[in-house]
């Protein structure tokens, strides 16, 4: 069998990405999506759910926190289903792109129990017939950096897994995780369309960070129920 040239390789590897950009406003240099590309909205009402073909605009705009007056440095990105953003239950969770999504209706998770804000993640859901948890689980440590090492856990019909692993310590009577983070389930439903859930979560470690990540079931590997496809990354200040 011949190899493949080193340019060949790298289309392969690219053709398997998948990228997550969320709308909003950023710094300059975080947004992955470029002006005018196609992508696909998850646009999330309830239970419904849906992909949607959209082009993205990315515009340049004043960064309020970087930029002197008449600069633009920061980076607003929008598409034309922005208005469903701003409707109240009817928003687009992210825009996606890559290798074994495409558009149409998506069957979203039923959440049937979910954290308070502020404290460790737990959700109880059900989808396609099957049940699963989410929850945090937190062992004492001694450390000077951390009294905690904590897990956040998805558990379901084939075993239980750690989606995210970090630093926690106790305050008034609870534990926080990370540097006073709020890590949050996004949305819960069979995005990939192979008939199991999966995820997107914000597992940031910081008050300061989001980092929306895309867990999809299709990418799973030995031992796991989903697999961290892409994240993305980005700063208040």
């Not at 959209?54 to 340049?60: I, K, M, S």
């Not at 389930?185 to 192979?194: E, K, S, W, Y």
């Not at 910081?206 to 700063?235: C, I, K, M």
Request: glycine share 10%.
């Amino acid at each position: 069998m011949p190899s493949l040239s080193l340019p060949l390789l790298a289309a392969a590897a690219l053709s398997g990405a998948v990228a997550l950009q969320p709308p909003g406003q950023f710094h300059g240099d975080e947004p992955v999506a470029r002006d005018g590309e196609t992508w696909l909205a998850l646009r999330a009402s309830g239970e419904r759910a849906w992909l949607s073909s959209t082009r993205l605009r990315v515009q340049a705009v004043e960064d309020p926190l970087l930029d002197e007056a008449g600069q633009t440095s920061g980076r607003r990105v929008t598409s034309a289903l922005e208005p469903d953003h701003e409707a109240p239950g009817n928003q687009i969770v992210a825009y996606l792109r890559g290798s074994g999504l495409a558009a149409g209706a998506v069957l979203a998770a039923r959440i049937d129990r979910r954290s308070e804000p502020g404290a460790v993640p737990a959700y109880q859901l059900q989808h396609g017939g099957q049940r699963y948890q989410i929850r945090t689980a937190c062992t004492p440590q001694r450390s000077e950096h951390a009294s905690h090492d904590c897990r956040i856990l998805l558990r379901g019909a084939g075993g239980e897994q750690t989606l995210a692993r970090m630093a926690g310590r106790e305050e008034g009577g609870k534990v926080l995780l990370g540097d006073d983070a709020s890590p949050a389930l996004l949305f819960a439903g069979d995005i990939d369309r192979d008939g199991r859930l999966d995820l997107i979560f914000d597992l940031s470690d910081h008050y300061n960070v989001s980092r929306p990540t895309l867990f999809l079931s299709s990418r799973a590997r030995d031992g796991e129920l989903l697999h961290a496809a892409s994240h993305y990354e980005s700063v208040g200040c």
